[in-house]
């Protein structure tokens, strides 16, 4: 999940230094979503966590 968060970010990186603003700020939007995703997927498998046998 983190991985592809990290890919558009580059991406973002990319493409905002090659002046495409517009698919820069999609990447950009793209990665922050994925990271959030992540977040919440982690924090929930936290709470949840193992159950005793």
């Not at 002046?19 to 929930?44: E, N």
């Amino acid at each position: 999940m983190f991985r592809w968060g990290i890919i558009f970010l580059i991406i973002a990186l990319i493409a905002g230094a090659m002046g495409f603003s517009g698919m820069a700020g999609t990447a950009a939007w793209a990665a922050k979503l994925v990271f959030i995703v992540g977040i919440i997927l982690f924090i929930i498998s936290l709470v949840t966590g193992r159950k005793a046998p």
